[in-house]
């Protein structure tokens, strides 16, 4: 054994192993007592340590006891030896009925008691002319005045815990076999015992001294340099991984962009899951007959089934802009619109819920605004729907916003995310005219829709009292972090794999 092994052994280390030199092996509880450590923990940590440089081994074994489920089963007689003190008492012989009133049995007792009975070998049962008779046989007669070899394990059993080793197998197997007598613990035994290596350390001799690992001014001034080992250290021994705490991917990916948008100015909103259809889907202009307004993609509400309108005056201006237009020099849908299918109440089924109420509440401009919140639809679970996500959407509303002031706005917010360029191409989306779909290139070269954008149009804005433009884009948080990790599956966000969580770069 290399001198430099025991050199780096410490101070721990070195009293088990002296005190394994006198037990060869043992328990690390015997151990502690043996060598009078303070804390078990000290005991098993030197001896981890002893058994990686290959010093001691450590093995575990199920050692089982046995107890009594309930201590007040030895105060009274086994079925069998009950049966047998009461066929004694009538002359070793009786018919079995008269036998089940003589011993006070139910049916369930007497068949117990009947089966140890012929088990033990203490009587039999002969069939006759007249039935059925029990008679007492010589093993039963010499039972009579001695107790059992089950009796007398029961009697040590309330008295104390009896382990595995300390009852006959037949017996305990008996026992075992009966319904509520005993109970079985199992526990794991450790057992530490020196290797060939730790008796080579033992014989070449260990000098047991106090350790320091620091020299510290008060070991200068008193002198005890002198007279401590200061360990040494092996930068090559396995340490065990820390894990430090850190925040949730997803809710480091939402922190972080709720600080991108802080910095460049904006104020954060927020609202409540339950809204009326009216500011969900109404104010935004969608028509009362739309697919998305559906009992099978909106979660509608049983209690409550309504939610209160705004004022008259804005709930006529948003039904005229649907009937006719309302001035906003549109149609409008031109269908009769109904104000009972706007109180309908639902989990909002977007932010933009929040942010065209909020609009609705600030009309006056400049206005930048944004929400992050969860939101519900009847989506299918699969690799990229859950019935439930985040959404994370802004608003700006200000005298002589335009396309390209939107365009400007989303690629810095993209761009303070990490992408390194931003695209735009043109869509449509029912509440924005212009409509366009941003997309990012990550640092990889991958390219990546990030979500949608536009300007609200009049018939959204005007109803609500807002003459400025209004410019309007939202993204959904899971999707974008699916692309940012690489990930193949929504689910995965949700699932709390550890071993991904703690491996993963914290989120700055």
Not at 366 to 378: C, E, L, M, S, V
Not at 444 to 450: F, N, P
């Amino acid at each position: 054994m290399p001198r430099d092994v025991a050199a780096e052994l410490s101070y721990l280390e070195k009293r088990v192993l002296l005190t394994l030199k006198e037990l060869k092996r043992s328990s690390p509880e015997e151990i502690r007592a043996k060598g009078k450590f303070k804390e078990l923990v000290e005991v098993m940590n030197a001896a981890s340590w002893l058994q990686a440089k290959g010093l001691v081994t450590m093995k575990e074994r199920v050692v089982r006891s046995y107890c009594l489920k309930d201590k007040e089963v030895v105060r009274k007689p086994l079925p069998e030896r009950k049966a047998l003190k009461a066929l004694l008492k009538a002359g070793g012989r009786m018919p079995v009925p008269k036998f089940r009133t003589a011993a006070k049995f139910d049916d369930a007792e007497l068949a117990i008691a009947l089966g140890w009975l012929r088990r033990k070998g203490w009587a039999r049962v002969e069939r006759g002319p007249a039935g059925s008779l029990l008679s007492v046989t010589d093993a039963g007669r010499a039972a009579a005045d001695a107790r059992t070899a089950d009796e007398e394990v029961l009697a040590r059993m309330a008295k104390a815990e009896l382990p595995e080793d300390a009852v006959d197998p037949k017996v305990l197997k008996d026992l075992k076999s009966r319904q509520d007598l005993v109970r079985e613990r199992e526990a794991v035994r450790r057992e530490i015992s020196l290797t060939a290596a730790g008796e080579k350390i033992l014989a070449a001799g260990i000098t047991l001294k106090p350790e320091a690992t620091l020299l510290t001014t008060d070991l200068l001034r008193d002198g005890r340099w002198r007279e401590v080992d200061f360990r040494r250290y092996d930068t090559r021994a396995f340490a065990p991984t820390v894990w430090p705490g850190k925040r949730h991917v997803l809710s480091a990916y939402l922190e972080k962009i709720r600080r991108i948008y802080l910095d460049m100015g904006f104020t954060e909103i927020d609202g409540d899951y339950v809204q009326s259809a009216f500011w969900n889907y109404d104010a935004l202009f969608q028509p009362q007959d739309h697919p998305a307004r559906d009992a099978l993609d909106s979660f509608y509400l049983s209690q409550p089934r309504t939610v209160p309108l705004p004022d008259d005056g804005v709930v006529r201006r948003v039904a005229d802009a649907h009937e006719t237009g309302g001035g906003t020099g549109s149609k409008g849908w031109r269908y009769p619109w109904r104000r009972d299918e706007a109180e309908r109440a639902l989990l909002r089924s977007h932010t933009t819920a929040i942010t065209v109420h909020w609009l609705a509440d600030h009309p006056r401009p400049p206005q930048k605004a944004f929400i992050i919140g969860r939101n519900f639809r009847r989506d299918a679970i699969d690799w990229k729907h859950l019935p439930e996500f985040h959404q994370i959407e802004g608003v700006v509303m200000e005298e002589g916003a335009n396309l390209a002031g939107l365009l400007g706005t989303i690629e810095e917010f993209y761009t303070r995310l990490g992408f390194t360029r931003v695209k735009f191409r043109p869509t449509y989306f029912p509440y924005t005219e212009p409509s366009m779909e941003p997309e990012g290139q990550l640092p990889d070269g991958r390219w990546m829709e990030l979500g949608g954008g536009g300007i609200c149009r009049p018939e959204v804005t005007k109803p609500l009292g807002i003459e400025a433009p209004v410019l309007a884009w939202g993204l959904g948080l899971e999707r974008l972090i699916m692309a940012l990790e690489g990930l193949s599956d929504i689910r995965e966000l949700y699932l709390s794999d550890l071993d991904w969580l703690r491996n993963h770069k914290a989120i700055v």
